[in-house]
């Protein structure tokens, strides 16, 4: 079995920064693809960053410029640093990876989510 496990999220300021985190554990062959979605209430899930196992990146525009994602495959562990918060990125924050286990083929996985909350 595969599982990603989020940390990080909280309250925050708008202007302020959180670092949110996802390991994956489990039988783990191999991971591709590792990022980040979000959820605002009312809304649809939205891609936030996503980094390939060779570190190359993608960002949602709303967040380009303000948010990193990065890696250690070692730990097999995806960050988001999130700098400069907006109220608008207030939602939950799901993981998810492609990850290659010893019981099927590369699958899709995804973390419970984690609360992001910005003031104004």
């Known amino acids: 079995q595969v599982q990603l496990v989020e940390s990080g999220g909280g309250l925050v300021q708008a202007g302020g920064s959180l670092r949110l985190s996802c390991a994956a554990s489990?039988?783990?062959?191999?991971?591709?693809?590792m990022g980040w979605h979000r959820q605002a209430p009312g809304k649809q899930r939205e891609l936030v960053a996503w980094?390939?196992?060779?570190?190359?990146?993608n960002y949602a525009v709303s967040v380009k410029g303000r948010f990193t994602v990065s890696r250690d495959n070692a730990k097999n562990t995806v960050y988001l640093q999130m700098n400069s918060l907006k109220p608008e990125d207030t939602a939950i924050y799901y993981c998810?990876?492609?990850?290659?286990?010893?019981?099927?083929?590369?699958?899709?996985?995804w973390g419970q989510g984690t609360q992001v909350t910005v003031s104004s």
């Open positions: 980094i390939t196992s060779g570190g190359s990146t």
């Open positions: 998810n990876a492609d990850i290659a286990s010893g019981a099927a083929s590369v699958t899709d996985y």
């Open positions: 489990g039988s783990i062959l191999s991971i591709n693809a």
